[in-house]
């Protein structure tokens, strides 16, 4: 798509896309998903939706809440931007250091292993305060989940500052 910004907003959205948008807002801003996946209430999640645009390197999840509402990206698209940075070319120190130098520091690092092989090593980064993860598999980024603020009802909170 043209003028598509691949920039990741903390805490707000992605590009122009922001969270608590609708699907239709997202298929506007990133044309017709490859896929959409409806996934049926249960006693441990609430009807969502994912749709998958994977053209773009892109997966946005929908929580059902008065209507679904954009609650969550995921991205593996190495041009993404973060904070004027192409992410997916920095080191898991230097996405630490980007997000230190913009406000963010609550941050732990989990050990995992790679898919069936233990021989494999992965680490997830995970900034809490501002709802974003970062997976390296052998070193490098490969994957970026971030998610919006909610209150205690699981609506979507704009006002989180």
């Known amino acids: 798509m043209k003028g598509l910004t691949l920039e990741i907003k903390p805490l707000e959205g992605f590009g122009e896309l922001e969270f608590g948008s609708t699907p239709d807002e997202a298929i506007r801003y990133l044309g017709e998903p490859t896929e959409e996946e409806f996934i049926e209430e249960d006693d441990d999640f609430d009807e969502s939706m994912i749709q998958y645009f994977d053209d773009h390197g892109i997966s946005i999840f929908y929580e059902e809440v008065d209507g679904l ?40 690092i989990e050990e995992i292993d790679l898919e069936d092989n233990e021989e494999e090593k992965g680490q997830w980064l995970i900034f809490d305060d501002a709802l974003i993860d970062f997976l390296f598999e052998e070193g490098k ?21």
Do not use: Q
């Open 69 to 108: 509402f954009l609650s969550n990206v995921e991205t593996e698209n190495p041009e993404t931007i973060l904070f004027g940075a192409k992410v997916f070319e920095l080191t898991i120190d230097e996405v630490i250091n980007l997000m230190k130098e913009n406000g963010y520091s609550d941050y732990e």
């Open 141 to 161: 980024l490969s994957n970026i989940n971030w998610g919006a603020p909610l209150d205690d009802d699981d609506y979507y909170d704009d006002d989180e500052d």
